[in-house]
């Protein structure tokens, strides 16, 4: 009696432990159909409702992507892979994407598709591909080079692209410098001014999408007094350019009389920016205090971190984001398959953080920004987070991956490319 | 006898000074540890931003110092980018590092020997440390 219900208890045990094991195998089946749940154990945090699907593990050093009519994911590489810096990727019934194609002798970050072109830039000009019926590329091997000779320092060289509704394409010229310094980064080193950067580089200028062979003689400096710029989008609703400025670095390396490290990890803001012609938003000489809210003389120009001077009345961001959390990617959603708080807001990937030491690094997340009529509609919020694949790291070198670039799919869906492993994620909305 | 002693205590004086007084003129401003502490201190400052609290540099941008030819090798050269700074793209361990580093002339000779003895001795490293005078001597060059 004692043994058969020994027996009987152990059958039961197994019995419930097989059930347990078989709600877990299917979670994590779940968690796995949904792209959720990879070999290195990385999750991605989404809102209710929402569930990301990896359609390519590993590529390369992912920069921007596009996706084509024909559903096809377009890649623009950083550099060369096997010789080339454009891959074309194509998704199976199974929800994950292989290379069918590769072209481009460049590496860059620029993508976009346009009027039956392809456009694709690297970090000294912009070429557009024609495009067949089927949305494929005619001839991968000779594109039109539509702008050529652009300066591309050793720092904030690579361009990226928006184009408008009436035949222009916009490209931005990073500064090859940190602020102007006549010892770039140098300790104590005052700005030049006027600053000789400014009439090459630091803004954004303005081409014609159809016309060959342009540079600076055939283009318009459209705005100017931007450091750095990745994240460019063109908004439909309101029909003008915003953009996301990497703010300037080493504000207690180079002025530790007047910024501690805690100061220098958080300022200056990363500035969400509405571009109008001739929009000046102030770099080198002013940055923007996301706490006073305010345009402020840099201490390369005599600034003492409240001193306005020639920064009173420059152009300011719609939105100061914490500082050094590098926003790489800027996109305004037009779908339909996410719900409507949605339609026409903006995400931005930020790649994260490195000034921000001996802090802890942040910003490796994807932001939501609910927009109406082209201004912030509300306060943003976390969209895509846990690309650290860590709660906290103390080095940009420990986080798993980096979110680089975003794409609309046709579909509604929302393309994140990260730049570390080269992985690429497609967040779909099953929620009702 | 007494004057044995006096002797013999004499030199049991000199050569507790000398063993006391060896390791500063070795490093020229303390022990080996003293100029660890000191060079962290700097290290915080001016080159944590970048190259980071473990010495593991940003991917792309600022080179890693965990155990490559650069901090491990010559120290003249090591001392030279410091004292210069670094302004064309260098590779490490098969990948590019494009930031700009600056000239950090304005550190006194000790100061660069404390900040490189600790980067030499950190982050994995265990490699000799450098005295001012090393310092001292590439800097004359400079000039």
């Known amino acids: 009696m004692k043994s058969l219900c020994l027996k009987l208890c152990l059958i039961f045990v197994m019995g419930m432990s097989g059930i347990v094991q078989a709600v877990a195998n299917d979670t994590t089946k779940l968690a796995e159909k949904n792209g959720q749940r990879d070999v290195d154990n990385v999750v991605l945090k989404l ?52 290379v069918v194609k590769s072209f481009g002798n460049y590496g860059g970050t620029g993508i976009a598709f346009k009027n039956g072109y392809l456009y694709t830039s690297s970090d000294s000009g912009v070429y557009r591909y024609k495009l067949n019926e089927r949305g494929e590329v005619i001839s991968p091997d000779a594109p039109e080079t539509i702008v050529r000779g652009l300066v591309a320092g050793r720092q904030h060289q690579t361009k990226s692209i928006a184009l408008d509704n009436a035949g222009n394409i916009y490209v931005n010229i990073g500064a090859p410098s940190n602020s102007c310094q006549v010892e770039d980064r140098g300790k104590g080193s005052k700005g030049k001014d006027p600053c000789p950067i400014l009439d090459s580089a630091g803004g954004i200028w303005q081409f014609k999408a159809d016309k060959p062979n342009q540079s600076y003689a055939e283009g318009i400096r459209y705005a100017t007094g931007t450091r750095n710029i990745v994240g460019l989008d063109w908004n439909n609703t309101v029909n003008e350019l915003y953009a996301m400025q990497h703010g300037r670095d080493n504000f207690y390396q180079n002025w530790s009389e007047l910024y501690d490290s805690v100061e220098s990890a958080e300022l200056p803001a990363e500035e969400f920016l509405q571009i109008k012609k001739g929009s000046n938003f102030g770099w080198p000489y002013c940055y923007y205090d996301q706490v006073q809210k305010k345009k402020v003389l840099a201490p390369e120009y005599g600034g003492n971190k409240t001193t306005q001077g020639r920064c009173e009345g ?40 490195w000034n921000r030491a001996p802090l802890k690094q942040k910003g490796y997340q994807v932001i939501f920004v609910p927009m109406k009529d082209g201004k912030p509609n509300g306060e943003w919020e976390v969209f895509a987070d846990g690309f650290m694949g860590v709660q906290e790291i103390a080095a940009p070198r420990d986080a798993q991956y980096r979110p680089c670039g975003l794409a609309q799919g046709k579909d509604g869906s929302l393309y994140i490319s990260d730049s570390v492993k080269g992985r690429i994620w497609k967040i779909i909305y099953n929620g009702k | ?19 006391q007084t060896k390791p500063k003129t070795a490093s020229q401003g303390g022990t080996d540890k003293a100029s660890v502490d000191r060079g962290k201190k700097i290290y915080d400052i001016y080159c944590l931003a970048c190259h980071q609290a473990d ?28 004292l210069k700074g670094m302004d064309e793209p260098i590779e490490v361990d098969g990948e590019d590092y494009n930031n700009v580093m600056a000239s950090h002339a304005f550190l006194k000779d000790q100061e660069v020997a404390d900040v490189l003895t600790y980067v030499r001795k950190s982050f994995g490293n265990k490699a000799s440390g450098v005295i001012s005078s090393e310092v001292k001597t590439v800097r004359a060059t400079m000039k």
């Not at chain 1, 559903?71 to 074309?88: E, M, P, Q, T």
């Not at chain 1, 779908?335 to 949605?342: A, D, L, Q, R, T």
């Not at chain 2, 490559?68 to 980018?81: A, N, Q, R, S």
């Open chain 1, 314 to 353: 420059m152009d300011t961001p719609i939105i100061g984001f914490p500082g050094h959390w590098a926003p790489n990617a800027l996109l305004f959603y037009t779908g339909n398959m996410f719900p409507e708080k949605y339609r026409n807001g903006a995400f931005i990937a930020f790649h994260g953080s």
């Open chain 2, 55 to 82: 010495g593991s540099g940003v991917p792309r941008l600022n080179p890693p110092l965990i155990k490559t030819k650069w901090v491990l090798g010559d120290k003249k050269e090591l001392i030279t980018v410091i």
């Open chain 2, 1 to 19: 006898m007494k004057k044995g002693i006096i002797i013999f205590s004499l030199l049991f004086v000199v050569i507790y000074l000398l063993a």
């Open chain 1, 47 to 98: 809102p209710a409702g929402f569930g990301a699907v990896t359609v390519v593990d590993s590529l390369a050093r992912n920069r921007h992507l596009a996706v084509n009519s024909n559903g096809d994911i377009y890649v623009k590489l950083a550099r060369l892979k096997d010789g080339k810096g454009v891959l074309i990727l194509r998704e199976k019934a199974n929800g994950k994407a292989e």
